[in-house]
């Protein structure tokens, strides 16, 4: 299951992605917003990344107006590693190299069609490990005050 939320400046995306989940069987929680109102994404990037970090979604997708401020606020959450991708090249990227579990797309950056198509990428990219791995284990020393 992927958790998805948005803010009012990325709800256009949420929408188009939730179409193609709809269109491919793939299973979703929304935790909002489905409306173009303002609304503060903070309580909706902690909905989504607590879903991911105790399991009960596999991944997450947040959309914002950049993808920043969602992001920002889904990091804050330990054991989430959430990125801000603007090309197809990142989102290939963050989960081969940094096993990103959230990904985080601007509505003022991006289309819905490369909404999509980032979504996609990331849903089926596989982590390497290997040297990356060591990278992932200094992320989580950060995390406890270790490093």
Known sequence: MIAIGADH????LKLAIQAYFDENGIRYKDFGTNKTASVDYGPIAA?????????EAEKGILCCGTGIGISIAANKVKGIRAAVVTNAFCAQATRQHNDANILCLGGRVISEVEAVEFTKIFLNTPFEGGRHERRIQQI???E???L
């Open 144 to 146: 406890n005050g270790e």
């Open 47 to 55: 909905q989504v990344a607590h879903a991911v970090a105790n399991g």
């Open 140 to 142: 989580a020393a950060i």
């Open 9 to 12: 400046g990325g709800v256009n």
